[in-house]
């Protein structure tokens, strides 16, 4: 027994996707987390109007204010959730990488799409129609569950982040997304995995890429942060945290 999906690209190439003509995508629906424990015949009926397309650095998936027709899962690469101020600045929300899905929002309410989607490197992506979507719901219950979950857990960060944005020293935001963004890894260390683009930090935080530059470099040099490839090693988090509150300007520490 399977529950792969097989999706002929030509469909795919038409909606964007840049491939050779008679390549074949394999989408192992169940392996996706929505979807996990889905019946096989339901996965069957999800990959036959899966639309799937391919989604270049730079490229807006999905427009805020836009028609909310699909729910969206993300196969590969890596997106960003954006909004845009009424002045016209960007603001990041979030990240979305690899097996996430978004646009269920407007998917439950009928209404707008409430955010920005853009691709932070090329990126693979399955639209699943609205209908579709609504009927995935209503039929299991716990994909409805782990919708409210992932719901839930958004509004906290959300208030998450407009406590950082509330944060009126640049290099203190910088600290404390840092902060956020840190977990614990298997082996004890705290890391911050993939770490973002200094481009998309400024971004989420609403500073310059220079200043998340100079903030960083203050860690660094400090022994509080250990740069690691793609990923930050946080040495020290009690004083990561500390410095988010610290009274002495960030930026003189750069010059001691």
């Known amino acids: 027994m399977t529950n792969t999906s097989a999706l002929p690209l030509p469909e795919a190439e038409r909606l964007g996707a840049e491939s050779p003509p008679n390549q074949v995508i394999t989408i192992q629906l169940n392996k ?23 989604a270049q650095k730079g490229q807006v998936i999905l427009h805020k204010g836009g028609a909310g027709e699909h729910l969206v899962f993300l196969l590969s690469g890596r997106l960003q959730v ?12 979030s990240f979305l990488v690899a ?24 990126s693979l992506y399955a639209l699943l129609p609205r209908a579709h979507a609504l ?3 209503h039929n299991n219950p716990f994909v409805a569950d782990r ?20 944060i009126p020293n640049a290099f203190h935001r910088v600290y404390a997304l840092l902060d956020h963004l840190a977990k614990i890894s298997p082996g004890g260390l705290v890391v911050i995995e993939s770490l973002p683009t200094q481009q998309a930090i400024s971004i989420m935080i609403n500073t310059s890429r220079e200043t998340v530059s100079r903030a960083i470099q203050v860690l660094i040099q400090s022994g509080v942060l250990e740069k690691d490839l793609r990923r930050l090693i946080v040495r020290q988090p009690e004083a990561l945290r500390a410095e988010i509150n610290s009274p002495k300007p960030p930026i003189d520490q750069l010059s001691s």
């Open 147 to 166: 919708m409210l979950k992932k719901m839930a857990l958004s509004i906290r960060r959300a208030s998450n982040f407009r406590t950082i944005l509330g």
């Open 32 to 54: 996706l987390p929505l979807l996990a424990g889905v019946d096989e015949e339901a996965l069957r009926k999800i990959a036959a109007v899966l639309l799937v397309r391919t």
């Open 82 to 93: 954006m909004d845009i101020t009424e002045d016209g600045r960007e603001i990041g929300l």
């Open 135 to 137: 009927e995935l719901m």
């Open 99 to 122: 097996g996430d899905y978004f646009g269920e929002l407007s998917v439950i309410d009928g209404l707008p799409r409430s955010a920005t989607v853009v691709a932070c490197e090329t």
